[in-house]
């Protein structure tokens, strides 16, 4: 896809300073203006199955939060 930098962002290619304009198929977020995007098949997004969760994700038991002071106390 085309896009247009809005500040200095680095890819495969390399680094492209703010009003770059270059092609790329990472998606970089708000960090460039897509100025021409490929189109997708509506048929090829309802092809793709949704996240599965881990079955055993039930039978894991959270472990409680560690404090930020656990340090040994020194003996003397």
Same mark, same amino acid.
């Given at each position: 896809?085309?896009?247009?930098?809005?500040?200095?962002?680095? @890819?495969?290619?390399?680094?492209? *300073?703010?009003?770059?304009?270059?092609?790329?198929?990472?998606?970089?977020?708000? *960090?460039?203006?897509?100025? @021409?995007?490929?189109?997708?098949?509506? #048929?090829?997004?309802?092809?793709? #199955?949704?996240?599965?969760?881990?079955?055993?994700?039930? @039978?894991?038991?959270?472990?409680?939060?560690?404090?930020?002071?656990?340090?040994?106390?020194?003996?003397?």
């Amino acid at each position: 896809m085309l896009v247009k930098a809005k500040w200095n962002v680095k @890819d495969a290619s390399g680094w492209h *300073a703010a009003g770059d304009v270059f092609n790329t198929e990472k998606d970089f977020g708000d *960090a460039v203006e897509v100025l @021409d995007a490929p189109k997708k098949a509506p #048929e090829a997004e309802k092809e793709q #199955e949704p996240a599965k969760e881990p079955e055993n994700a039930t @039978d894991q038991v959270p472990e409680a939060p560690r404090s930020a002071s656990r340090r040994k106390k020194a003996g003397k």
